[in-house]
């Protein structure tokens, strides 16, 4: 995933579709299919398919630009708080159990 498709997905929630069952993030796109299927009266999917195909959505990550298509978000898109390196997130975890072990499991450790 490029930097600024993850910098958006930091910063991001989700909306709802009603032609397309998914999470989808907020973006240019979206909020142009989210007019159609507003204002279209009868609406088909084939009224959105070109602006939800997967392979416009694919340049999202390809090109590293969040408005070049649509891209799913679910719910723990409001979970990240950043985007940390592999190591930086290993460690994390290795502390956060550590703590847990020491602090809540206490009587456990033998």
């Keep these: 995933m490029s930097h600024s498709t993850k910098q958006k997905a930091e910063r991001g929630d989700e909306q ?3 032609a397309v069952v998914a999470r989808i993030f907020k973006n240019k796109v979206a909020v142009e299919v989210n007019e159609i299927e507003r204002t279209k009266e009868d609406l088909k999917f084939e009224d959105i398919a070109e602006l939800v195909s997967g392979t416009r959505g694919k340049q999202v990550f390809v ?11 679910g719910q723990v898109l409001g979970l990240i708080d950043d985007i940390p390196t592999c190591h930086q997130l290993v460690t994390r975890m290795i502390d956060e ?13 033998v």
């Design 16 to 18: 709802y579709f009603k």
């Design 63 to 73: 090109k590293g630009d969040p408005d070049l298509g649509i891209w799913t978000a």
């Design 97 to 109: 159990a550590e703590t847990i072990i020491s602090q809540r499991l206490r009587n456990m450790i």
